[in-house]
């Protein structure tokens, strides 16, 4: 007597679908004690505003109670908003900053 076997094969396929990190908003909040000159220092220094860009963000900002620096990946956004808050205090100044998945 013969046993024959048959096996059949299962393949399976894996298809990875890359995205792109997500982004998260950067946020500066207006208060009454941080100077103008200050914020525009910050958006020029940490965020890479030009002068024009960051002298119009800060005034959208004043006007709004707070605006949007700038999107970035997590790791990103929270160093830039770490630089903003440390160059806050040690210059004496309460600004707010936070950052928001977009």
Same mark, same amino acid.
């Given at each position: 007597?013969?046993?024959?076997?048959?096996?059949?094969?299962?393949i399976?396929?894996?298809?990875?679908v890359?995205?792109?990190?997500?982004?998260?908003?950067?946020?500066?909040?207006?208060d009454?004690?941080?100077?103008?000159e200050?914020?525009?220092? =910050?958006?020029m %220094?940490?965020?890479?505003k030009?002068?024009?860009d960051?002298?119009q963000l $800060? *005034?959208q900002?004043?006007?709004?109670?707070?605006g =949007?620096?700038? %999107?970035?990946?997590?790791?990103i956004?929270?160093?830039?908003?770490n630089? $903003? *808050?440390?160059?806050?205090?040690?210059?004496?100044?309460?600004l707010e900053c936070?950052?928001?998945?977009?």
């Open positions: 007597m013969s046993h024959t076997e048959t096996a059949s094969e299962v399976t396929a894996t298809r990875t890359m995205r792109p990190p997500s982004k998260f908003n950067v946020i500066l909040f207006n009454e004690f941080t100077t103008v200050f914020v525009v220092l =910050i958006l %220094s940490v965020f890479h030009s002068f024009e960051a002298s $800060t *005034i900002i004043h006007q709004n109670g707070q =949007i620096a700038g %999107s970035y990946t997590y790791e956004a929270s160093q830039k908003r630089e $903003t *808050i440390s160059a806050a205090r040690g210059n004496g100044f309460p936070e950052i928001e998945e977009v």
